[in-house]
């Protein structure tokens, strides 16, 4: 059984772009958590997604930042117009039914 | 509001000495706990974790944990650290109703394994 599976795992892109991040849960997770960790900070909790469904955005910037979860595909979590604060590590984490989660390797994207 | 402390930033310990990592949370209700290891680059691989039950679990790689209510802690030891264990630590709180909520994590601990 596969992990998590994220890609890129390093994206850079210059202030004003947009950013796509994928994230593949493991085969029969249907809960799927996005997390931040900036520098010298532990992880902060963004969103947390269901099949075509957005459980949970309590952590999710207002603006320029959306995710989602298809009924097909991975799940996206997209960044417009990035700016050099966006820089970090964006993780994500699948679950089964109920209790733990398991994450993926991380993109680390760098605005320039 | 629910929220993890972990006091050590930086610990520093000897090949084959003993290890005690803090953590102290803060929850109204029975909590769901969790320890997870990063290393360099790395994603985060979960090492043990606490739902109910006997309060001593044991995890992967010799490491355990004990939930400590009285004491609002779950502190993760390991009898005989390994220089393959030097990493940051995280612990983590389940959130939100039901664990597979969010999960709110301390600001970690950085394990360096001196030979």
């Known amino acids: 059984n596969a992990g998590v599976m994220q890609n890129p795992r390093h994206l850079v892109r210059r202030r004003g772009q947009e950013a796509r991040l994928r994230c593949s849960p493991m085969?029969?997770?249907?809960?799927v958590y996005w997390y931040r960790q900036l520098p010298e900070e532990g992880l902060k909790f963004m969103v947390y997604l269901q099949k075509e469904n957005i459980i949970d955005e309590s952590g999710m910037p207002k603006e320029r930042f959306s995710a989602e979860f298809p009924k097909e595909g991975p799940s996206i979590l997209r960044i417009q117009q990035v700016v050099r604060g966006d820089s970090a590590a964006y993780f994500c984490?699948?679950?089964?039914?109920?209790?733990?989660?398991?994450f993926g390797p991380g993109t680390r994207l760098t605005v320039t | 509001a629910q929220s993890v402390t972990q006091p050590d930033i930086h610990i520093t310990v000897s090949e084959g000495a003993s290890l005690e990592l803090r953590c102290n949370y803060s929850y109204g209700a029975t909590p769901y706990l969790f320890w997870y290891v990063q290393s360099p680059g790395q994603g985060l691989q979960l090492l043990l974790k606490?739902?109910?039950?006997?309060?001593l679990v044991q995890g992967i790689k010799g490491f355990e944990a004990e939930f400590k209510r009285s004491q609002s802690s779950f502190n993760l030891r390991k009898p005989s650290v390994h220089w393959s264990d030097a990493a940051e630590y995280f612990c983590a709180v389940g959130a939100g109703s039901g664990a597979t909520n969010k999960l709110i994590f301390g600001t970690g601990t950085l394990l360096a394994v001196q030979p």
């Open positions: 085969k029969g997770h249907s809960h």
């Open positions: 984490a699948s679950s089964p039914t109920e209790y733990e989660q398991y």
């Open positions: 606490y739902f109910s039950g006997d309060t």
